[in-house]
């Protein structure tokens, strides 16, 4: 059974360009988070998502990033516009209906020069 | 807000001591205490967790224990090595809720041989 699958593991994008995140949750999974970290710190809360739903978006900037998790495939998360105080490590976890263990990727460390 | 404070921000041993590592929390509906150990370039990986309803719990050589009328859960590491020199986070999340996983700053241990 895989793990948490993030990709890609480093990311490295000009200001203004577009960043792309991928998760892909463990099997049966349906319940997925994301959060940023920067070096030496903790690890803050971005967006919740179900399949297809948002359920708690609060730690989100309110511009230039969205996420989604749709139905098939894995869970996106998107900046627009990239600026240098977004580099960062970006970290997904997901868990399940039954359980509440929550597990992590081995997260995407993105540099924006 | 923040709804778990851990402490302390950082924490040197010697090898064969036994570091504590001490959470509060607030939301009286949490109820599912879990720890994660990150360490450098990795994601967190979850190390032992807890309920409620027991007040303490041994895996190997880490420890929790766990009071509920205090709203305080604490970690302990038996025999700690230099390889366990990482980072340590506590979480807290309400089960069967729509509820994020809420985590603390973060613990930097560091073992000296």
């Known amino acids: 059974n895989a793990g948490v699958m993030q990709n890609p593991r480093h990311l490295v994008r000009r200001r203004g360009q577009e960043a792309r995140l991928r998760c892909s949750p463990m099997?049966?999974?349906?319940?997925v988070y994301w959060y940023r970290q920067l070096p030496e710190e903790g690890l803050k809360f971005m967006v919740y998502l179900q399949k297809e739903n948002i359920i708690d978006e609060s730690g989100m900037p309110k511009e230039r990033f969205s996420a989604e998790f749709p139905k098939e495939g894995p869970s996106i998360l998107r900046i627009q516009q990239v600026v240098r105080g977004d580099s960062a490590a970006y970290f997904c976890?997901?868990?399940?209906?039954?359980?509440?263990?929550?597990?992590f990727g081995q997260g995407t460390r993105l540099t924006v020069v | 807000q923040q709804q778990v404070k851990q402490s302390p921000q950082s924490l040197i041993v010697q090898k064969g001591g036994i570091p504590i590592i001490n959470c509060a929390y607030e939301?009286?509906?949490?109820?599912?205490f879990p720890w994660y150990q990150q360490f450098p370039g990795k994601g967190p990986a979850l190390l032992i967790a807890i309920r409620p309803d027991v007040s303490e719990k041994k895996e190997g050589r880490f420890t929790i224990s766990f009071n509920k009328s205090a709203k305080q859960f604490s970690l302990h590491i038996m025999d700690s090595q230099p390889g366990d020199s990482a980072t340590y986070f506590c979480a807290a999340v309400t089960q069967g809720g729509s509820e994020k996983l809420v985590f603390g700053k973060g613990t930097k241990l560091t073992v000296n041989p």
């Open positions: 976890a997901s868990s399940s209906d039954t359980l509440p263990e929550a597990f």
């Open positions: 939301n009286t509906a949490f109820d599912y």
């Open positions: 099997k049966g999974h349906s319940h």
